[in-house]
């Protein structure tokens, strides 16, 4: 079992910037490729970014390139989401999420542990 437990999230307006943090707890955390998820009200769950589990690879969805970085500290067992340049389209709940598989995260839109959730609201 893999723990997940999500912060940072707030209120900041278009343009701003926030960072949300995941921090692991369980099993080794350095062994997982982890990944960003949001869900908007009345949108379905979507992928937004991932990292190996090493962190030498990262992936992102299109909407988010050059805006946001992934990042991970595994001595702190902690992944990162900086958000630069917000808009409001980026307004959902933020989830983190850790898998064996960095395709399934990636490819597959899924894992198999999930954080709790972190609300991100962009004002216009």
């Known amino acids: 079992q893999v723990q997940l437990v999500e912060s940072g999230g707030g209120l900041v307006q278009a343009g701003g910037s926030l960072r949300l943090s995941c921090a692991a707890s369980?099993?080794?955390?350095?062994?997982?490729?982890m990944g960003w998820f949001r869900q908007a009200p009345g949108k379905e769950r979507e992928f937004v970014a991932g990292?190996?589990?090493?962190?030498?690879?990262?992936y992102y969805t299109g909407s988010v390139k050059g805006r946001f970085t992934i990042s991970r500290d595994n001595a702190k067992s902690t992944v990162y989401l900086q958000m630069n340049s917000l808009k409001p389209e980026d307004t959902a709940v933020y989830y983190c999420a850790a898998d064996p598989k960095v395709h399934t995260i990636v490819v597959d839109g899924t894992a198999d542990y999930w954080g709790q959730g972190t609300q991100v609201t962009v004002s216009a």
């Open positions: 369980g099993r080794t955390f350095s062994n997982y490729p």
């Open positions: 990292i190996s589990w090493s962190g030498g690879s990262t």
